[in-house]
């Protein structure tokens, strides 16, 4: 069993910036690309990004492009979103999750192209 474990998240105030992590196992974070995700109350799981392991494309939703980022740590075996202007619509918990192969196939893609996820951190934006 592959466990991606997830830091991070919390509350900010409307225009604020906050950033989650995803620690991965090193084979797993070697091979599979990895995409984040989120999930609103009484809503479908969101495909954020999705970052290729075979050429280092990520690729964003329109909701986040420009405000969201993903990188990785080789070194600390772990990945980021960096989240910034934050707005009360991005309130959701949020999950980072390796897909079932090494590349995105062009686009962010749907939970069901993920084989391996985080256990979700909660990000709540509110003034």
């Known amino acids: 069993q592959v466990q991606l474990v997830q830091s991070g998240g919390g509350s900010v105030q409307p225009g604020g910036s906050l950033t989650l992590a995803c620690t991965i196992p090193?084979?797993?974070?070697?091979?599979?690309?990895i995409g984040w995700f989120r999930q609103a109350p009484g809503k479908e799981r969101e495909g954020l990004s999705c970052r290729s392991r075979s050429d280092g494309r990520t690729f964003y939703t329109d909701s986040v492009k420009g405000r969201f980022t993903t990188s990785r740590d080789h070194a600390k075996n772990t990945v980021y979103l960096q989240m910034n202007s934050l707005e009360p619509e991005d309130t959701a918990v949020y999950y980072c999750?390796?897909?079932?192969?090494?590349?995105?196939?062009?686009?962010?893609?749907?939970?069901?192209?993920?084989?391996?996820w985080g256990q979700g951190t909660q990000v709540t934006v509110s003034s």
């Open positions: 090193h084979y797993t974070l070697g091979y599979h690309a």
């Open positions: 999750a390796a897909r079932g192969g090494p590349t995105c196939e062009g686009s962010v893609g749907r939970e069901s192209d993920y084989t391996y």
